[in-house]
């Protein structure tokens, strides 16, 4: 079981994600989420995580797979990736400060332009697989701290639970 979660919360074109102020993603746009409290499901978690950052109670969110990653042949971790879906008229202002950073509304077409540096840097590879709904594993490797490879499988198995 993998540590951490991640949900990307749409609003028509729009994702909205956060700049972390702490590592490993400092200063890097990315999906809300974080790390599972003891006999949570990865579903439980990522609903308990959204709110506490954005305060934001969805009452669902779609499970999209897991990202993977490792280091120099050495597995560093992974998380469980969800998709939410919000009305286009949801009103949620921004940009809003928070205690984890800053919350932001990003255009999609943003997000995924070619050479964004302000995104985290595995973010171009799963995201457009998990907007389109598809159940992926995504396996990033990493060398010396920069990302070196790259491949999506079908999960053979759905690991959720309420």
């Known amino acids: ?9 749409k609003r ?24 599972f409290e ?13 709110f506490e950052e954005t305060g934001i109670k969805l009452a669902d969110a779609h499970y999209r797979g897991v990202v993977s990653w490792e280091s120099d042949g050495i597995s560093r971790g992974g998380m469980y990736v969800f998709v939410a879906e919000l009305p286009e008229d949801y009103v949620y202002p921004t940009p809003l400060k928070i205690s984890e950073g ?3 509304w990003k255009a999609i077409d943003w997000i995924l ?8 840097e595995m973010i171009p590879y799963y995201l ?5 709904g598809e159940c992926l594993e995504h396996r990033c ?7 070196t490879g790259y491949t999506a499988v079908s999960l053979s198995v759905e690991v959720l639970g309420s």
């Open 1 to 9: 079981m993998y540590p951490y979660t991640i949900c990307f919360i």
């Open 12 to 35: 028509g074109h729009n994702l909205l994600l956060l700049n972390r102020e702490k590592a490993p993603t400092k200063g890097l746009w990315n999906g809300v989420g974080g790390k």
């Open 38 to 50: 003891p006999g949570e499901s990865p579903l439980a978690c990522v609903l308990r995580e959204t």
């Open 102 to 104: 800053i919350l932001d």
């Open 113 to 120: 332009s070619e050479r964004n540096l302000g995104i985290g």
């Open 128 to 132: 457009p697989a998990i907007l389109r």
């Open 141 to 147: 490797t990493f060398s010396n701290h920069k990302l």
